[in-house]
């Protein structure tokens, strides 16, 4: 009876211990964003949040563009920001890490220091992307799920695919608000690739397979979205069957919404 009455007690423990898990991890995004005086003067003169600032700094991103484009001619400023995203998450791993101190904390003492960094809206270079969660109003950063991961819209946090229903492999980041959320919680169906030239829609190439239609159509760069590149299942997929089943989960948006994006196209 005493044993009865012990395990009862920590079955109740363990589910209590796992709902107050739970809903720290869903308002794990709502950190206080300040840090001490003291603590702000030790960060500023650590070489990792140097590097971290300068990943923020216009001059720094447009001078990136140029170096990269005097080869190919094909890359933008907000490609380039967006692409140093994981690099970004890197640096605020290890300062996390080494100060115990939290990314919107870290973020806010950058803004706090180099506002002029943040004056324009960073915006995708699709500008179908507008529709979608009215994410150009915002100031934002996308953050990829480490490999096999997926994002869990539930409790804003990369899960295990099982999970997660088709889960996004990335998520994106508010540096305003501190918010996450996710980046493609919109439609799009009203998406689509008008705009190229006959042999390169879509719709002209039903029977294709995503990793056929890409190396006809689009920049190898394209395979950058997709953590494991053209050795995912996606790319098996035909066209027709990505259309018909873009609105079912994250992982169909994302692969739609990449193959019809202007700027992944060659």
Request: charged share 20%; hydrophobic share 35%; net charge neutral.
């Amino acid at each position: 009876m005493i044993n009865s009455k012990i395990s009862l007690f920590a079955i109740t423990v363990s589910i209590i211990t796992l709902v107050s898990c739970s809903k720290n991890a869903t308002n794990s995004h709502k950190i206080e964003n300040t840090i001490s005086q003291n603590l702000q003067s030790i960060i500023q003169n650590d070489s990792i949040y140097k590097r971290l600032v300068i990943s923020y700094d216009p001059s720094y991103i447009n001078y990136r563009v140029e170096k990269k484009n005097e080869k190919f001619n094909v890359f933008n400023y907000t490609d380039e920001y967006n692409s140093l995203s994981n690099l970004r998450l890197y640096y605020y791993y290890l300062l996390q890490k080494k100060y115990t101190t939290s990314l919107p904390q870290i973020l806010n003492l950058i803004k706090k220091n180099n506002s002029v960094f943040f004056d324009k809206k960073i915006k995708p270079a699709n500008d179908s992307f507008e529709s979608l969660a009215n994410i150009t109003s915002r100031n934002y950063i996308e953050i990829s799920c480490p490999i096999g991961l997926v994002f869990n819209p539930v409790i804003l946090l990369c899960d295990f695919p099982e999970n997660v229903d088709g889960g996004d492999f990335y998520f994106c980041y508010d540096t305003d608000t501190y918010e996450v959320f996710d980046c493609l919680a919109g439609s799009v169906s009203h998406i689509d690739d008008s705009y190229a030239d006959s042999e390169c829609r879509i719709d002209n190439n039903p029977y294709l397979t995503v990793l056929e239609f890409a190396d006809k159509c689009c920049l190898p760069s394209l395979w950058d979205k997709f953590p494991l590149g053209q050795t995912g299942s996606y790319a098996a997929l035909s066209l027709s069957y990505v259309k018909a089943n873009r609105e079912t989960t994250a992982i169909f948006k994302r692969c739609w919404f990449e193959l019809t994006k202007f700027s992944n196209r060659k």
